[in-house]
């Protein structure tokens, strides 16, 4: 019920390719999500599907972005953006790429990065992307999927300390609810949560035990 044929198209331009920053006050990242959402973790209705299926248990690609402290991708207790609810629904990068963008052209986003979609949960994929005095805190998301709109990521990760940009830092990332759409189980029938609710913590029984969804490791490129 969830399309996430999405999820295969050629993927955003990443940021910061090159490994050196583009100013003295840059730092350049490499982001690893490693997956830890198995059903040994998760057992509660764990999704069941092929190996390597969209039936199945799987992430969307992780979309995220530097940015400064006027934009992040998502807060706990506002509502979801139009973006984020069909990343969160459906899988889809667009229009929270569009989303991105618009915060680029006002000054309060650098640019995006993003993966392809993770059809083996516990097979780790990475990112690299630029921050900076200017934008210093990075945000990113993906999909649990299937799901009725749940997901996962972090948001406004600073990566300073002390003033000085860190050479690793590790967090784990949690399940999310954008408020969108109803259910507590991975395939609940699609219905619009109406009025939407704030984004949160997700609640649902899958995710009770309150272990991470993903390991997110940040590593400074020298």
Not at 184 to 192: F, I, L, Q, S, V
Request: hydrophobic residues 40%; contains cysteine; glycine residues 8%.
């Amino acid at each position: 019920m969830h399309k996430l044929a999405v999820l295969l198209l050629i993927p955003v331009a990443c940021a910061a390719n090159a490994q050196r920053p583009s100013s003295k006050d840059a730092a350049v990242y490499e982001v690893k999500f490693q997956g830890v959402w198995t059903a040994r973790n998760h057992p509660i209705d764990y999704p069941k599907g092929g190996s390597l299926s969209l039936s199945g248990a799987h992430f969307s690609g992780v979309i995220g972005a530097p940015h400064n402290g006027k934009y992040a991708i998502f807060t706990q207790g506002a509502l979801a953006t139009r973006g984020l609810e069909l990343l969160s629904h459906k899988g889809s990068k667009s229009p929270l790429d569009e989303e991105i963008k618009a915060a680029q052209a006002a000054g309060n986003a650098g640019e995006i990065f993003d993966t392809g979609v993770f059809l083996d949960v516990t097979s780790p994929k990475t990112a690299t992307f630029e921050v900076s005095d200017r934008f210093p805190l990075v945000s990113l998301v993906a999909m649990i999927a299937p799901s009725p709109d749940w997901f996962t990521g972090v948001s406004g990760l600073d990566l300073k300390e002390d003033g000085r940009w860190v050479d690793s830092k590790t967090v784990e990332a949690y399940a999310w609810d954008s408020g969108t759409f109803d259910g507590d189980t991975y395939k609940a029938d699609e219905k619009p949560s109406t009025p939407h609710q704030p984004i949160a913590p997700s609640p649902a029984p899958p995710f009770s035990s309150r272990k991470p969804i993903a390991i997110l490791t940040f590593t400074r490129q020298k």
